[in-house]
């Protein structure tokens, strides 16, 4: 494991006076609802963050078109009529649940993951928050397609917010707690700003994990008693090592203004360590670096992230780190879409 960045910990340290809307916090928040009772809570957890990051606000709607709807010209008068009540009821959902100022709503007209990523490349959203649930919830695949590919391909950050069981009231009577996982790199280091400030808006505990990969020996043969006793100080050296880590991070972390703790995980796989960490700990929100150590340029999201946004059973905030250009900006090239063109 690599010590402590100093560059990331001066990074870190001198992040926590930064004022909101500076670069390291969202300037621009998007909801996107549907038509689920889940979309209630999918606008209470975007206005809450905007609300914190001082940032703009923006509600939208997709009307779904299918393949077949894609191959009929859109009748101009049922589009307009449709859109009026999609604004309409977007109206009435902000003015119950949100309390800030200027929110923008929109109503667009295709398919829905093209129309998010687009809205977002456009307009410079750096946080799209949508939900996971019904139909959507789970494929083959794991996610939910139209949520697998926001989260690929939309500009920014994205906060997954799954559904909530009716009957889960653990979280509730155990007080707030964001998670925060880290493999010691400056991509996830760099989600530590964000979620210092989420918690201390929340008042929640801010819980920093460390799964150690476990040690693996290759061979034909089983290992012998030397080869055991190799792993186990290996493994106890890792151990060590990582707990030395989240110490020195912890100490970074401004003790008078939460409530922080530390946890190390080993002994398995570190993907499911961190799954199984989060439901143990009752967590209110987990935020990561859609990228660790294993980042790769080509993909978008890293295996640990994808892993823990597919099997999370609380809202997810994957942050993209604007200085690394993994996002568009609202001036790159145009978003490249299989809308349909709305009538006008």
Same mark, same amino acid.
Not at 8 to 36: K, Q
Not at 207 to 225: E, F
Not at 230 to 248: F, I, M, P, S, T
């Given at each position: ?18 004022? /909101?809307?500076? !670069? ?12 689920s ?27 779904? +078109? ?5 191959? /009929?010209?859109?009748?101009? =008068? ?14 009435? %959902?902000?003015?119950?649940?949100? +309390?800030?100022?200027?929110?923008? +709503?929109?109503?667009? *007209? ?11 490349h ?20 794991? %996610? ?40 010691s !790199? +400056?991509?996830?280091?760099?989600? @530590?700003?964000?979620? %210092? ?14 799964? =150690?990969?476990?040690?693996s ?19 106890? /050296?890792n151990? /060590?090592?990582a ?11 401004p ?9 190390? %995980? ?19 929100? =987990? ?11 080509? @993909? ?11 099997a ?13 250009? *993994? ?18």
């Amino acid at each position: 494991m690599r010590e402590l960045h100093p560059n990331s910990a001066r990074d870190l340290l001198g992040a926590m006076g930064r004022p /909101r809307g500076s !670069s390291l916090y969202f300037r621009h928040v998007m909801a996107c609802l549907d038509h689920s009772p889940q979309s209630r809570r999918v606008l209470a957890e975007a206005a809450a963050i905007a609300e914190v990051m001082g940032a703009e606000l923006t509600v939208l709607r997709v009307m779904e +078109t299918g393949t077949q709807a894609m191959r /009929r010209p859109v009748d101009p =008068v049922d589009w307009n009529l449709g859109r009026r009540e999609e604004e309409a009821e977007l109206g009435r %959902l902000v003015g119950e649940i949100c +309390t800030l100022p200027d929110i923008h +709503t929109e109503v667009m *007209s295709g398919a829905t993951a093209d129309c998010i990523c687009r809205k977002a490349h456009e307009t410079g959203v750096d946080l799209t928050v949508l939900g996971v649930g019904g139909r959507d919830r789970w494929t083959e695949w794991g %996610l939910g397609s139209t949520v697998r590919q926001v989260a690929e391909h939309a500009a920014g950050s994205v906060l997954i917010v799954p559904e909530t069981p009716a009957n889960d009231v653990t979280r509730q009577k155990s007080g707030e707690r964001v998670l925060v996982p880290l493999d010691s !790199s +400056t991509w996830a280091e760099a989600v @530590l700003p964000i979620a %210092l400030r989420v918690a201390q808006s929340r008042s929640a505990e801010l819980v920093l994990l460390h799964a =150690v990969p476990d040690i693996s020996l290759t061979g034909n043969s089983p290992p012998d008693a030397h080869d055991e006793a190799l792993r186990a100080d290996l493994r106890h /050296r890792n151990e /060590r090592v990582a707990q030395a880590y989240l110490d020195r991070i912890r100490a970074l972390l401004p003790a008078d203004a939460l409530r922080t703790r530390v946890r190390l %995980l080993s002994g398995e796989d570190p993907r499911r360590a961190l799954a199984r960490a989060v439901n143990e700990e009752a967590a209110s929100l =987990v935020v990561l670096s859609a990228r660790g150590q294993g980042a790769h340029p080509d @993909l978008p999201i890293g295996s640990t992230a994808e892993y823990l946004i597919s099997a999370a059973t609380v809202p997810v905030l994957l942050v993209r780190r604007p200085e690394a250009g *993994s996002r568009p900006s609202a001036q790159a090239a145009p978003w490249r879409s299989r809308m349909v063109r709305a009538p006008v």
